[in-house]
């Protein structure tokens, strides 16, 4: 159930585990792959577009970003086909590193790069001539609704922001997770990698998801990111890859952007899960709050885990419910 509320955010649980119902795989014949620049590197895009629609009509446009390991067959289908339904052109896209796209150094994920990346995206929806460049906004799920908070707290360009399952505060998310004991050896750990790569100039590489009993050490080590990688890259996702530079977790544990959400005067929706042991619903509250915006919304959806938001019913079709009225009143779908 999803109810709309700019009140506390629901007080923590141990959640636990459902097995939602999974979404089919999204027909790839409602999307065409594109293709442009971000740093001079070539990122792969799938471009959703609406159903009947006249080729180079104008519609307004959303540009999306997804969670931290993944790619563009993941997670961001289940929301860009209907939200295309809906009477938007809607871009996803592989990162610099990641999937078919371009980049210096695979499975690298700088989260100053990947809101360039989403920048980008954006400057490539604006040359469009089927998009109307006064009506392009964001909808972005996981850390990439926290990319998305970053790119509309600087970009005027930016119209309307959707904000689902988002990562705003990943240090204070890990230092929950871990303790702070816990937290000061994950360090440790970084730190030991870094001096093993100058020693020996190997690269070293940390999974992103790990299996039970302690799903670790990872990116993600809980079980539910470990079921839906597995199982999103046997169904959906066969170039996902399941490693991440062990750099890619410093930059993901310095990642903070709740000290931005002042500066968020665009419209804005905030849809977050009431369970969420992997990005906590207080965060989300605290977006809410903050942001300076006069238009501005904070839906909860009853949920049990954080991936339910991914691709399981009824957790998805509910969020882009709040998303889609969001958006067309907004945009003008």
């Known amino acids: 159930m999803a109810t709309a509320s700019a009140d506390s955010p629901p007080e923590a649980t141990v959640p636990a585990q459902v097995d939602g119902k999974r979404l089919p795989v999204v027909d790839p014949s409602t999307r065409s792959e594109v293709r442009f620049t971000s740093a001079g590197f070539s990122l792969a895009g799938h471009l959703y577009r609406p159903p009947g629609v006249a080729e180079g009509t104008r519609t307004p446009a959303l540009a999306?970003?997804?969670?931290?390991?993944?790619?563009?067959?993941?997670?961001?289908?289940?929301y860009a086909a209907p939200l295309a339904a809906a009477g938007f052109t809607v871009?996803?896209?592989?990162?610099?590193?990641?999937?078919a796209s371009e980049g210096p150094r695979p499975q690298h994920l700088d989260t100053h790069e990947q809101v360039e990346d989403l920048k980008n995206a954006i400057s490539h929806l604006l040359t469009r001539e089927d998009v109307d460049a006064e009506r392009v906004g964001l909808a972005c799920v996981c850390l990439g609704a926290g990319y998305g908070l970053e790119v509309a707290a600087f970009d005027s360009r930016v119209k309307a922001v959707a904000l689902i399952a988002g990562g705003f505060n990943i240090t204070d998310t890990y230092l929950g997770m871990l303790g702070a004991d816990g937290m000061a050896a994950y360090l440790d750990n970084l730190g030991a990698m870094r001096s093993k790569h100058y020693a020996t100039g190997e690269q070293q590489w940390i999974p992103a998801i790990a299996p039970g009993p302690d799903y670790g050490p990872s990116g993600m080590p809980i079980r539910e990111a470990y079921e839906y990688y597995t199982s999103a890259h046997e169904r959906e996702a066969p170039n996902w890859q399941n490693r991440l530079t062990y750099e890619s977790m410093e930059t993901l544990v310095a990642w903070n952007v709740v000290d931005h959400a002042h500066l968020?005067?665009?419209?804005?929706?905030?849809?977050?899960?009431?369970?969420?042991?992997?990005?906590?619903?207080?965060?989300?509250?605290?977006?809410?709050d903050e942001a300076a915006s006069t238009n501005k919304q904070l839906t909860w959806?009853?949920?049990?885990?954080?991936?339910?938001?991914?691709?399981q019913d009824p957790y998805v079709g509910q969020a882009l419910d709040a998303a889609m009225r969001f958006l067309q009143h907004h945009l003008g779908a």
């Open 64 to 78: 999306m970003a997804g969670p931290m390991t993944s790619v563009k067959e993941e997670t961001l289908p289940h």
């Open 301 to 311: 959806i009853e949920t049990h885990n954080h991936v339910e938001l991914y691709d």
């Open 91 to 99: 871009l996803a896209f592989d990162n610099r590193n990641f999937g």
């Open 264 to 288: 968020i005067t665009q419209p804005l929706l905030v849809v977050h899960g009431t369970t969420d042991p992997l990005l906590p619903p207080r965060f989300a509250q605290q977006i809410h």
